[in-house]
């Protein structure tokens, strides 16, 4: 019993940092596009490829590890970790689509979004690194 009062007391602590943790969805500074949240949740499961000027999407995932995974998939796509794999695994195996390239480290995510003009990922919306690129969205 006092083991799990130590680890009640430890994951206290944890708790706003995951409670106020809010999600900035970003794309190039030239993308000249707006998305709604429906659009965004269909880009990051592969049911819209195109833009609505007829270019390709690339999405960029967080790192299936990463708390902003699972807050996005959480809020956007309204899927667990466990139901984003499995919807991914039943497509890859049935040949029809490919899951978005999956990056670990945000920065290396914003330097992408800013090399590629038709790219949209997530980072945390407190990145120091916000400016150099353009927020669509916020989510908490």
Same mark, same amino acid.
């Given at each position: ?9 430890? *994951?206290?602590?944890? *708790? ?8 900035? #969805? ?14 965004? +949740? ?6 819209? +490829? ?5 270019? +390709? @999407? ?5 790192? #299936? ?11 956007? !796509?309204? +899927? @667990? ?12 195996? !049935?040949?029809?689509? @490919?899951? %978005? ?20 990922a997530y980072v945390s919306s407190s990145s ?7 927020? #669509?969205?916020?989510? %908490?």
């Amino acid at each position: 019993m006092k083991y799990v009062l130590i680890l009640l007391i430890c *994951l206290w602590g944890y *708790l706003p940092n995951i409670v106020s943790a809010e999600i900035a #969805i970003i794309a190039n500074k030239d993308a000249d596009y707006a998305l709604s949240e429906k659009d965004i +949740k269909m880009i990051f499961l592969g049911q819209k +490829k195109l833009f609505s000027d007829g270019v +390709k @999407t690339y999405p960029i995932d967080q790192d #299936i590890t990463s708390k902003y995974f699972e807050l996005f998939h959480k809020h956007i !796509t309204k +899927k @667990t970790v466990l139901q984003v794999r499995a919807y991914w695994g039943r497509l890859v195996f !049935t040949g029809r689509g @490919t899951p %978005p390239i999956s990056v670990k480290d945000e920065e290396k995510i914003i330097d992408l979004v800013k090399e590629e003009k038709n790219s949209i990922a997530y980072v945390s919306s407190s990145s120091e690194r916000l400016d150099e690129v353009k927020v #669509i969205a916020r989510f %908490p």
